[in-house]
């Protein structure tokens, strides 16, 4: 397991949690708590004084959507 601790938790269902925890396993979110104690064994991230926003992914690509040759109707990537 991994627990990002302590940090600005921003979430979608229960505001914002200062000095929560987002606790994740296998790759997936599988818990938000409004604590900063991870479990024992747990590989620890030090969020204090960051902003944690679990489940938000921007993976920015421009793949696909840049039409060379185009001209001006090719430049909507951004």
């Not at 200062?18 to 590989?43: C, K, L, T």
């Amino acid at each position: 397991m991994t627990a990002i601790v302590g940090g600005r938790v921003n979430t979608i269902t229960r505001g914002v949690l200062e000095g929560g925890s987002v606790f994740i396993e296998r790759r997936r979110i599988v818990g938000v708590e409004a604590r900063a104690e991870a479990p024992s064994g747990a590989e620890v991230i030090d969020a204090r004084g960051k902003v944690v926003m679990p489940g938000i992914i921007d993976p920015h690509t421009h793949v696909g959507i840049w039409g060379d040759g185009n001209g001006w109707a090719g430049l909507d990537f951004n």
